[in-house]
């Protein structure tokens, strides 16, 4: 049973779980990255105080997170098909993978910009630093570590998150295994595509955590 | 002295800090004048809120009341703008030194001028003049987690130091270092002052420090100005109870129980390895204060000569000074010594 056809199918699953993991990965950041920053500054003794948007915000997040991304794939449907125009396939399963994964970044980003030593600011207030500056001269390049880290740990969840859209049709190794493994019971197919995932998982999180040790100039 | 102008002037200045629950008042009532090119010395114990006075005078705390005056310019009436220019003409060094974790010891340094705007070269030239004043000029390259405590604060001062500021706050800057190290940040700092004629504050809980390097001294306690004015003046002649907790930590129930008689002991080659002092402390059960000492160790002989103040009772008096004799030790009694 071990042919041509599903070896191709394996790895054009592959691609298609590579391809949603980093572009939702990556606009996940386009998103999470300054609402994250945008978290702490507007925290009442933050550098740029607006309680009540900082209020707002942190509804906002925890809302989102609360929801079961499961569901979450449901419920955005609309939306995906507004957007790409379909609601099958890998680029259809991007639009609730976002939706998904930005307020998990952005609190990823805030527990990285908070961990900033709060005299390093003092000390850039000091020099005359306007508020812009001290987010992208400072928070930013000595969160960097911390960051990376962070999107190490973004980008394997997202991967999780990528293969349960599997379960509405949504393409990659987690629709594989859902449609082949689970449902005709081929076990040796399921083996295969969790066994690539697992790959995948560990090649992301090792890279991740090599960049940041070489990026830490603190040790 | 008094065609000097006053760098910095801080008038009726009150902060306080409020929370839900409660207020707290951390400076009240505060006027303070800082002449140009003053090493000038705030001192208190912790928590009598010198840190939040060096902080008002930069604008990183806002005052409730009152006015501060830098360089002519009434800081309360500056715009954010106009506000973060003053702060370039003022550098600023920390106990826990601030240093960019991420940035070389080069790239601290040219932080201030990459946010003033000023030339990448420039920046880098003027950096490497700095590293050459603070005596790192090896460790350009450096992180600065690669730096001893001391070698941080070097590079901070350099990075203080890189605006051309006209004055330079110190928060505790020595306090986080050991003995030598800040022995020769202090040293670094009087000679800044010296050769670029920058107006020095100084925040500290240690006496030392001010002895060091200050012209000029504020006490500062519960939250005001206890008393201020030239270093020698107020240690000298402590008038107020806070001054005169610095001045003697623990050394005011000494002196009125000590009286007025001295005794001067002269050695001449007794073993140098006999704790003569202690033993009379213990033998005679009184305590003295050394007043003066002169002494040298030769061979394992002392040569040299101590002063001792003797306690008020007569009778103790006399027990140490006969104790003494008893030790082969010449003893003479002196009235009312002064050092």
Known sequence: MWDSSNVIMILVGLLETLYMTFLSTFMAYVLGLPLGILLVTSEKDGILPLPRLNKVLNLVVNLLRSIPFLILLIAVIPVTRLIVGTTIGSTATVVPLVIAAAPFIARLVESSIKEVDKGVIEAAISMGCSPFQIIYKVMIPEAVPSLIVGAAIATTTILGYSAMAGIVGGGGLGDIAIRFGYYRYQNDIMIITVALLVVVVQVTQEIGMRIARKMDKRK | ?339
Do not use: W
Request: proline share 3%.
């Open chain 2, 1 to 339: 002295m008094h065609t000097k102008k006053n760098i910095i002037e801080i008038k009726s200045l009150t902060k306080i800090f409020s929370s839900k629950e409660r207020e707290v008042k951390a400076l009240e009532n505060i006027n303070l004048s800082i002449e140009e090119g003053a090493i000038f010395g705030i001192i208190g114990m912790s928590g009598a809120g010198k840190s939040t006075l060096v902080r008002c005078i930069n604008f990183i705390e806002r005052p409730t009341s009152g006015t501060i005056i830098v360089d002519g310019k009434d800081l309360s009436k500056l715009s954010e703008r106009e506000l973060r220019d003053v702060r370039r003409s003022m550098g600023m060094i920390f106990q826990q030194f601030n240093l960019l974790m991420q940035r070389t010891a080069e790239e601290n340094i040219t932080f201030p001028m990459e946010v003033a705007g000023v030339k990448k070269s420039e920046a880098k030239k003027r950096a490497k003049e700095l590293l050459e004043i603070v005596g790192l000029s090896d460790k350009a390259k450096a992180y600065p987690s690669q730096l001893s405590g001391g070698q941080k604060q070097r590079v901070a001062i350099a990075r203080a130091l890189s605006t051309n500021p006209k004055v330079l706050l110190c928060d505790e800057a020595t306090s986080a270092l050991d003995p030598s190290t800040t022995k020769s940040i202090l040293e670094l700092l009087r000679d800044i002052n010296k050769r670029l004629g920058i107006t020095i504050v100084i925040i500290t809980h240690e006496m030392s420090v001010i002895e060091q390097i200050c012209t000029q001294v504020a006490i500062i306690d519960e939250s005001g100005i206890a008393e201020t004015g030239a270093v020698s003046e107020v240690f000298s002649h402590p008038k107020t109870a806070a001054a005169q907790r610095l001045v003697f930590p623990d050394g005011k129930g000494m002196k009125q129980f000590l009286g007025k008689r001295c005794c001067r002991i002269v050695f001449e080659g007794s073993s140098s390895f006999d704790p003569v002092i202690s033993r009379m402390i213990l033998e005679c059960k009184a305590q003295v204060n050394i007043m003066f000492a002169d002494m040298k160790d030769i061979d394992g002989k002392a040569f040299g000569q101590l002063v001792l103040q003797l306690p008020q009772e007569d009778e103790v008096s006399d027990r140490i000074i006969s104790y003494l004799r008893s030790q082969n030790l010449s003893v003479e009694e002196v009235n009312e010594y002064v050092g």
